[in-house]
């Protein structure tokens, strides 16, 4: 059988970028493909570029050199602020930080951007956020406004308004880390099942289990370059680099020498975080 990069172009695709903050450069040269339906992790040490890989793939940020390109669209050649906001309509975006609208009820955070953006009916709107809503159970909030949540309520919530616009790919960063251990396992089972559904993900995280659960690829960076990447199994079973099997060491304990999955301490003793509480 072909393999899939033989039948289908990526509908994310990264080469050789480069992107410098004043004298400081902190992409040396990235090259990094995303196909539909795949979820792409990318794990490495704080500050060796992650983030800022995201903010070039939504036009947030514009690398010095290298091409970066979304579907049909040429990201890197995009001037004005209009072509960009065009292309944020395309990619969903979900921070660490929520930034739901506080003011705002849950169902009017799902509701404005369909209907102001995208000029769809209120109705439309409405049925559509009450969807999302429970898909991840959320819907007994549709009237509360963010601030009388959780931090993993407002997370999904966040998860379901990016939904609302129909991307064709999701970025998540470090979506988890700001959360209470008790509400991560919630967020990541939303995060789960969308994969499992086929949206398209690229995730920045430091749950390594969870990456490596749910990635069909792993990229591993430090200091502005891909060190390696490739299946999840291969990257967090059998890293190529020393560097990479140095970071798993740290992260999750040393690869090879785990205990057999349905032993593993680390997901007994966390088997709480992978269940949905409402
Ligand atoms: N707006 C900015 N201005 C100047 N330097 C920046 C800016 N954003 C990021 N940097 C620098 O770029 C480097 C890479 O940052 P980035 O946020 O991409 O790292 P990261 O891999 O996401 O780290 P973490 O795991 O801590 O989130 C860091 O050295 C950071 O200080
Ligand atoms: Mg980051």
Known sequence: ?????????????????????GSNPVLKGIDLDVYRGQAVSIIGPSGSGKST??????????????SIRVGSTEVHTLVQEAQRIELRKRVGFVFQQYNLFPHLSVLENLVI??????????ADAEKQARALLAKVRMEHKADAYPGQLSGGQQQRVA??????????????????SALDP???GEVLTVIRELTEEGMT???????????EEISDIVYFTENGVIVEHGSAAQIFQHPASERTQAFLRHAVGDPGRRPAVANDPYLLTNLGRYSLSV
Do not use: N, W, Y
């Open 113 to 122: 951007a369909p209907r102001k953006v995208l000029g769809r009916s209120r």
């Open 201 to 211: 993900c690229v995730l920045v995280t430091h749950e390594m289990r969870f990456a």
């Open 159 to 176: 998860i379901a308004r990016a939904l609302a616009m129909r991307p064709e790919l999701i970025l998540f960063d470090e979506v988890t």
């Open 182 to 184: 008790e509400t991560v």
């Open 1 to 21: 059988m072909p393999s899939i990069e033989t039948v289908a172009e990526p509908l994310v695709s990264l080469r050789d970028l480069h992107l410098s903050f």
């Open 53 to 66: 890989i995201l903010r070039c793939i939504t036009g947030l940020l514009q690398p010095q050199r290298g």
